[in-house]
């Protein structure tokens, strides 16, 4: 579905309280809706949530470029320690 100029795939379940995003890796959106919920309320939903989307999706766009560097071998701004181990440990995990 297409709203407030996000793509994002709608699911309704009976037994939700709440509505929900989720901003997986690939940078897709998932909203978890009440089967009751309408379609009105969920784009106000939506448009009250669009700097939070935006900011979401843009650090996973930054994280996946990291790990792609990283995995491609180019020298980069990583930080030193934790970070960069786990980004090291995501990189090598990936499929080639």
């Not at 009976?14 to 969920?42: A, F, H, Q, W």
């Not at 979401?56 to 790990?67: D, F, H, V």
């Amino acid at each position: 579905m297409m709203v407030n100029e996000f793509n994002y795939t709608l699911v309704r379940k009976s037994r939700l309280k709440y509505l929900r995003i989720k901003v997986p890796k690939d940078g897709s959106i998932i909203v978890t809706v009440n089967m009751t919920c309408s379609k009105k309320e969920i784009s106000r939903f939506l448009e009250s949530k669009k700097d939070w989307i935006e900011k979401a999706i843009n650090r996973k766009r930054e994280k996946r470029e990291s790990i792609e560097a990283l995995r491609a071998g180019k020298k980069g701004h990583f930080r030193i320690g934790r970070r960069q181990r786990a980004l090291r440990r995501a990189a090598e995990a990936l499929p080639r």
